[in-house]
């Protein structure tokens, strides 16, 4: 008797210590996002993106260097997230709020960004050519030393966004908000601004070839030292002052 009690108190002991419980739930992130971001960092590092993402909690969620390449992220938190240097190539980020989040040297050509909230976000230096932002928000964006060729802001809100010397060829910005944008030395050829708001926006030494302004509000812009070539103006007109024979 004595024998088989002391193998029940030993059981109790046993399950006590290192048993099953029920309490055993690991705790969440402040930001509530550790599941998603921690199941998205093991999908990649299998070997790129399998799963479909969209909706996800990804808030401070650290991507740097991620190959997220053809990920699906449609409305997805990615706020505050770290998608520095990350592959983001024919990534699905529609919708998704991105407000905050660094893209510092992403390689992001043909990106889905349309209906994004980009507010504060850092993309200095990403690559995002052939990129959709179609009304997407970037107010207060840093896009300084992008890569833009063929990007389509249509109808995008880019309120104080810095686009300083960037080369904008056969980029769209057609109906965008760029009030306030600062485009100090940027190079259009073959630029779209057909129907922006350009109001208060630094043009400082621009070089526009080719570009589209019809219909765009330029008021209390700055054009100095502006150049000009087969440039439609707002008002329809063409203007060549600065072509060269």
Excluded at 102 to 116: C, D, E, I, K, R
């Amino acid at each position: 008797m004595k024998f088989l009690v002391g193998l029940g108190l030993s059981a109790a002991l046993i399950t006590g210590c290192g048993g099953p419980s029920t309490s055993a739930s690991p705790s969440a992130s402040p930001s509530g996002s550790s599941s998603d971001c921690a199941a998205v960092q093991q999908d990649w590092a299998a070997g790129g993106i399998s799963s479909d993402w969209s909706g996800a909690n990804l808030i401070n969620c650290d991507l740097s260097g991620a190959s997220l390449g053809e990920g699906k992220f449609v409305g997805a938190d990615l706020s505050g997230a770290d998608l520095s240097g990350a592959n983001l190539f024919v990534a699905d980020l529609s919708n998704a709020n991105l407000t905050g989040a660094n893209l510092t040297g992403a390689l992001a050509n043909s990106l889905l960004a349309n209906g994004a909230n980009l507010t504060d976000a850092n993309l200095t230096g990403a690559d995002l050519e052939s990129a959709d932002f179609i009304g997407a928000n970037l107010t207060r964006a840093d896009l300084s030393g992008t890569n833009l060729p063929y990007a389509d802001f249509s109808d995008a809100t880019m309120t104080d966004a810095n686009l300083m010397g960037l080369d904008l060829g056969a980029v769209s910005f057609s109906g965008a908000d760029l009030v306030g944008a600062n485009l100090n030395g940027a190079k259009g050829f073959d630029t779209n601004f057909a129907a922006a708001n350009l109001t208060n926006a630094n043009l400082n030494g621009a070089t526009f070839n080719f570009v589209n302004l019809f219909g765009a509000n330029l008021a209390n812009a700055n054009l100095a030292n502006v150049t000009y070539c087969q440039v439609t103006m707002p008002d329809g007109t063409v203007n060549n002052d600065n072509c060269t024979p």
